[in-house]
C-alpha cells in the first residue's frame, strides 16, 4: 500500500467546503445532561411552583382590593418561561444551553428577591398589584405568601448558580463553541455575530437598566402611591437596580463567551426574567382603573425586553451565517492563491507573525479585560453604596438625605456602561481612553458623598453607615480601574508602529489648553449658591474630601487634553469624549443636589462647566479632523 502524502510537507491543500455546525440545525456536541443541571432545573421548577401557590397562601394578613388577575397569570407565565426553556434544552441533550439559560434568569433575580423584601417591610408601598391592592392607608403585614415568592426567587437564584456550574462543566467538551470558520473558532460570540447586532443587544440593555429607574405606574389614588425609584424605600430602588445591572452583565459575558448557543440561552433567560418584572407592570396598569395607569418606564422596558429576546433567538443563525460567508471567501482567497507559485520561506514567516499578532492581541485582551471588571465592580459598589444609609445615626433621629449620592449613582452607572464595551474585543481600544478619564469622575463623586461622613462625625452619636463602606470600596476599585486602564494602554501601544511620531498641532493644543483651564476653573468655583449657604472652592483651605475629589478630576482632564493633543484620531477622540462625560456628571450635580439649599441659583462652577464642556466637544472635533488631512 502506498503511503499517504503528509500534508505538512505539501506546499498547498486546497480547502473543501463544510457547512457550519454552531447553528439551529446541528448547534454543538450533544451530552447526557448531567447532574448538575438537572438539579437546576428542578430547583427552578420549585421556584415556579412557590411562585404560583403564594397567592392561595396570602400574601398579606388584612383584607385588600383583588390582584389584578391579567397580572398574576402575566407574572407566572413569565417566571415559568425560563426553566420550561432549560428543560426543552434538557430533552435535547444541550446542558450547556440550559445552564446559561438558568444562570441568566437566576442573575436578574437576585434583583427580584430584593423587592420582595419590601413585602416584608413594609407591604403597602411594593405596588405588586398582581398580588393585591391596599384599600387603606393602614399598616399591613406580610402573610405566608411573601414569603413563598421570596423563597421561589431564592430557589431561581440557586438555580442559576448551578446552571453557570452546569455551563462551565459542559464547556470543557470537544467541539464546544466550534466554528468551522477559522477566525470564528473559539471566538467571542460579539465577534461572530458582528459590531450590528451586539451593539443593539448592549443598546437594549443599557434602555432596559434606565427604562427601571423611570416611573413603572402613575397613580392619583391617595393610598396608592407610586414615587420616583430613586425616592422609593431601599428594596425597591437597591432592586430596581440590581436587576438592571444584571442584564448588562449577562449581556456582556454572553457577548464575550464562545459559543453563540450558550450567549442566546443566556440573554433570552435574563430578558424573560426581566419581562416578569415590568411585563406585570404594563399589565396591572392597564386595567387598574381608579386614578391608576401605566406609566412611561414599563412601556420602554417592554420594548427593550423584546428587543432583547429577539437578539437572543437570532444569535445562533446569524453567528452561522457569518461563518459561512467567512468560510466561502476564505475558500475563494484559498483557490485564487492555489494558482500563483508558493513561497515556502514567505509562508512560514507570515504564520509566525500571525502567531506573535494573536498572542499580543490575548495580552491586551486581558488588560481589558481585568480594567473591565474593575470598572464595573467599582459602578457596581457605588451604586449600592448610594442606596444604602451612609450614615448611623441615634435611636429617634431622622435620617438625613445625603443628595450627593444621586451624584454617585449616576457616575456609577455611566462606569458601568462604558466597562461593558470593554469586554467587547471590537469596541475595547476605543472605549479604554475614555475608561481613563470617568473613573476619576467616579471617584470625584464618592469623594463629596463621604465629606458628609466627616462633618457628621463631629456630632455625637453619629458614625459612618454601611453605604459609606461600600462608597470608600467604590473609590478604591475606581482608582485601580484608572491604573489598569494606564496599563493597558501601555500594552495597546507595544503592538503599535512608534517609529513615525504624531506631529502635535498648535490649534489642537491651544484650544484643548483653553479646555483644561476651564474645566479647572468650573471644578475650582462653586457650582451653585444659595441663601444662608457658602459652598466650597479652591481658594479655601483645608480641603475637604470633595475638594480634593474635584482636583482629582480637574487634574485627569488636564493630563487627558495633553495626551489627545498628540495622540491618534480614535483614541484623542475618546480620551475627550470621557472628559466630556466626566465634567457631565459633575454638572449634574447642579440639579440632583441643589434641594439641599434655599433658594439655589446656579453659582460661577456650573456657568464654567458648560463651557468647558463645550470646548473639550470642540477638541474632539478638532483631534478627528487633524488625523484625516
Known amino acids: 500500500m502506498a503511503p499517504s502524502p503528509d500534508l505538512r510537507t505539501s506546499s498547498r491543500a486546497k480547502p473543501e467546503r463544510i457547512d457550519a455546525q454552531d447553528g439551529f440545525g446541528s448547534p454543538e456536541p450533544s451530552r447526557g445532561p448531567g447532574p448538575v443541571a438537572i438539579a437546576a432545573v428542578v430547583l427552578a421548577l420549585l421556584g415556579v411552583a412557590a411562585t404560583a401557590v403564594a397567592p392561595v397562601l396570602g400574601v398579606i394578613r388584612q383584607e385588600t382590593g383583588p390582584a389584578v388577575a391579567a397580572a398574576a397569570v402575566t407574572a407566572l407565565v413569565c417566571a415559568a418561561l425560563a426553566p420550561a426553556l432549560a428543560v426543552l434544552a434538557l430533552v435535547g441533550r444541550r446542558p450547556a444551553v440550559a445552564g446559561t439559560v438558568l444562570a441568566g434568569a437566576g442573575g436578574v433575580s437576585v434583583g427580584l428577591v430584593v423587592l420582595d423584601l419590601q413585602l416584608l417591610d413594609d407591604p403597602i408601598n411594593a405596588n405588586r398589584l398582581e398580588l393585591f391592592r391596599p384599600l387603606t392607608a393602614a399598616s399591613l403585614s406580610a402573610g405566608p405568601g ?36 477559522p477566525d470564528h473558532d473559539g471566538a467571542g460570540v460579539g465577534r461572530r455575530i458582528g459590531a450590528g447586532l451586539s451593539v443593539l443587544a448592549v443598546a437594549a440593555a443599557v434602555v432596559l437598566a434606565a427604562a427601571l429607574f423611570a416611573p413603572p405606574l402613575r397613580s392619583t389614588d391617595p393610598v396608592l402611591l407610586v414615587p420616583a425609584v430613586i425616592e422609593s424605600a431601599a428594596p425597591m430602588s437597591l432592586g430596581a437596580g440590581l436587576v438592571g445591572v444584571a442584564v448588562l452583565i449577562v449581556v456582556a459575558a454572553a457577548l464575550a463567551a464562545i459559543s453563540p448557543l450558550g450567549a442566546a440561552g443566556a440573554i433570552v433567560g435574563a430578558a424573560v426574567a426581566a419581562l416578569g418584572l415590568v411585563g406585570v407592570r404594563l399589565v396591572a396598569g392597564l386595567p387598574a382603573g381608579d386614578g391608576v395607569s401605566v406609566g412611561p418606564g414599563s412601556v420602554v422596558a417592554i420594548a427593550a425586553c423584546a428587543v432583547l429576546i429577539a437578539v437572543g433567538c437570532v444569535i445562533p443563525a446569524a453567528a452561522a451565517a457569518r461563518a459561512r460567508r467567512g468560510l466561502a471567501q476564505l475558500l475563494a482567497q484559498s483557490t485564487a492563491a492555489a494558482t500563483a507559485a508558493p513561497a515556502a520561506a514567505g509562508t512560514t514567516k507570515s504564520a509566525a507573525r500571525a502567531r506573535a499578532a494573536a498572542a499580543e492581541r490575548a495580552r491586551v485582551g486581558r488588560w481589558h479585560v481585568a480594567t473591565a471588571v474593575a470598572g464595573i465592580v467599582a459602578g457596581l459598589l457605588g451604586a449600592v453604596g448610594a442606596l444604602l444609609p451612609v450614615l448611623s445615626v441615634p435611636d429617634g433621629v431622622p435620617e438625613p438625605r445625603i443628595l450627593a449620592t444621586r451624584v454617585v449613582l449616576l457616575a456609577g452607572v455611566v462606569l458601568v456602561v462604558a466597562c461593558v464595551w470593554l469586554l ?45 463602606a461600600l462608597l470608600a470600596l467604590s473609590a478604591v476599585a475606581a482608582a485601580a480601574t484608572g491604573l489598569l486602564a494606564l496599563c493597558a494602554g501601555s500594552a495597546e501601544r507595544d503592538g503599535i508602529d512608534t517609529s513615525v511620531d504624531v506631529p502635535v498641532q498648535l490649534p489642537v493644543l491651544i484650544v484643548g489648553s483653553v479646555a483644561a483651564l476651564v474645566s479647572v476653573a468650573a471644578l475650582g468655583l462653586p457650582l451653585y449658591r444659595g441663601r444662608d449657604f457658602g459652598p466650597d472652592s479652591f481658594a479655601q483651605w483645608p480641603w475637604g474630601w470633595d475638594l480634593w475629589g474635584r482636583a482629582l478630576l480637574a487634574v485627569v482632564i488636564a493630563a487627558a487634553v495633553l495626551v489627545a493633543a498628540r495622540s491618534r484620531a480614535a483614541r484623542g477622540a475618546s480620551l475627550m469624549i470621557g472628559a466630556v462625560t466626566g465634567m457631565s456628571v459633575y454638572l449634574m450635580g ?30 474632539a472635533f478638532m483631534v478627528v479632523r487633524r488625523n484625516r488631512r
Request: glycine content about 14%; charged content about 10%.
Open 146 to 181: 411573601a414569603y413563598a415568592i421570596l423563597a421561589g426567587h431564592v430557589l431561581v437564584v440557586l438555580a442559576g448558580l448551578l446552571g453557570l456550574v452546569a455551563a462551565a462543566r459542559a464547556s470543557n467538551a470537544d467541539g464546544y463553541g466550534h466554528s468551522d470558520y
Open 424 to 468: 467587547l474585543s471590537e469596541f475595547a481600544g476605543l472605549v479604554r481612553p475614555a475608561v481613563g478619564v470617568l473613573w476619576a469622575a467616579q471617584v470625584m463623586a464618592v469623594a463629596a458623598a463621604l465629606q458628609a461622613v466627616v462633618v457628621a462625625g463631629d456630632l455625637p452619636g453619629f458614625g459612618p453607615g454601611p453605604g459609606a
Open 590 to 619: 447642579w440639579p440632583l443636589t441643589r434641594a439641599r439649599v434655599a433658594e439655589p441659583a446656579m453659582g460661577a462652577g456650573a456657568v464654567c462647566g458648560l463651557v468647558a464642556v463645550a470646548l473639550l466637544a470642540v477638541t
